[in-house]
């Protein structure tokens, strides 16, 4: 529910803009930047990195790749629970982490991912 709060004027933004030449410096566009921000990490920390980035997006800035840099702690893997994907089944990949340092992980979309069109 809360990402829905904070994605909703980001999707309806990029709807409208498709109706103009694009103009972003960098992939991915800001909006799409700030939209796996907000999926991804806190609201807090969402907000003041997409703001950072839409104030990069200038002529000063050379722009270019700059995918989303979140901070995440995986899970332990554990050969003790060798069941727990039969638990799920199969699952919907969104979001690739990959990593960048211990804790840190750059976020790439998955492009077979067809529920975002």
């Known amino acids: ?16 803009s498709r109706m103009t030449p694009g103009n972003c410096r960098y992939y991915p566009t800001c909006s799409e930047y700030a939209k796996w921000q907000f999926e991804t990490t806190n609201p807090l920390s969402a907000s003041i990195n997409s703001g950072l980035r ?22 332990k893997f554990s050969l003790s629970k060798p ?8 699952m919907d990949i969104k979001y690739w982490f990959v990593p960048k340092d211990k804790t840190h992980y750059y976020v790439v979309k998955d492009f077979n991912d067809h529920r975002s069109k």
Do not use: E, H, S, V
């Open 1 to 16: 529910m809360k990402k829905k709060f904070f994605t909703l004027p980001i999707k309806t933004y990029q709807y409208i």
């Open 54 to 75: 839409i104030l990069r997006c200038n002529q000063l800035f050379a722009g270019g790749i700059d995918y989303p840099l979140i901070r995440y702690n995986p899970p």
């Open 83 to 90: 069941y727990i994907n039969n638990n799920y089944g199969k």
